[in-house]
């Protein structure tokens, strides 16, 4: 009994713990989110990441295209820096160092690193059209970046890892056999992926693109064509794995959501001169 309750007890302390340190909101959403990385080495990670995988790759020599990834980049970065000034966050900001670059590759992507390194392939760029099909992009891209998606999922991780821990010591404490443990030590493991990582991270597009639409629209995008982008993309085809098994809502459901967000999005757009 005294075991058991010492296993509470250890529990019970680091439910707390998290929540005094890791507890912060979402820019733009105000949503609640768990954070027990420091943002200051995430952002270190990812710049060297970054560096490296420029040095790897093979940047566009199209000018054109490339001047419009950094125009709307840019564009898109005061934004952003606006939106966190509203909310009295320009400190979380303060330290990003922008850059915008687009890699010569067929792969339809593109990402924004911790602390704003932001890379667009060129395989994209037909789907996007034109600047207010990028600034979409870009947008949503940027949105995961403000919003500490990335902490978050390695807080999500660690957790994880921290319950399976616990979890084992609890079976060991409890006299579980090893049959029984490992039974229940498997279905922890489908549990926390499909009952947490995989939702949490269709929540984390879902939010990046309501963000998204926000950004473009401080920028001077109309974001209703956000819609149309994802529109295309939908057109554009290529399988997907179902649902539950997917770590991004499908288009259609894309498409739903950023309907369903349009009216706030469009209550920040002023066209740009």
């Known amino acids: 009994m005294y075991r058991i ?11 707390l713990l998290c929540l005094l340190v890791g507890c912060t909101s979402v820019v733009g959403t105000g949503r609640s989110q768990l954070n027990l990385v420091s943002d200051a080495e995430l952002n270190q990670a990812a710049s060297l990441q970054y560096s490296q995988l420029m040095k790897q790759s093979h940047l566009s020599s199209d000018r054109q295209q490339t001047r419009m990834i950094k125009t709307v980049g840019a564009r898109i970065a005061k934004a952003a820096e606006e939106l966190m000034a509203s909310e009295g966050r320009q400190a979380e900001i303060a330290n990003y160092k922008w850059e915008f670059n687009l890699i010569d590759s067929k792969e339809v992507n593109a990402f924004c690193m911790p602390g704003g390194k932001v890379a667009f392939y060129t395989g994209i760029m037909p789907i996007c059209q034109d600047e207010a099909g990028v600034a979409a992009v870009m947008g949503h891209e940027v949105a995961h970046a403000l919003a500490r998606h990335g902490n978050e999922r390695v807080s999500q991780q660690m957790m994880v890892g921290i319950g399976a821990n616990l979890l084992g010591i609890g079976l060991g404490v409890g006299g579980v056999s090893s049959v029984t443990a490992d039974l229940i030590m498997t279905a922890y493991s489908v549990g926390s992926q499909f009952g947490v990582m995989l939702p949490y991270s269709r929540a984390h597009e879902s939010e990046a693109d309501r963000i998204g639409m926000t950004l473009m629209a401080l ?3 109309n974001p209703e064509e956000a819609i149309e982008l994802w529109k295309r993309m939908d057109q554009a085809g290529g ?3 179902p649902y539950f098994l997917s770590t991004h809502p499908s288009n259609r459901q894309r498409i739903e959501g950023l309907e369903k967000y349009l009216p706030e999005a469009q209550s920040y757009y002023q066209p740009a001169n």
């Open 5 to 15: 309750k010492s296993f509470q007890t250890i529990l019970l302390a680091l439910g």
């Open 219 to 221: 920028a001077g995008y």
């Open 239 to 241: 399988s997907a794995p």
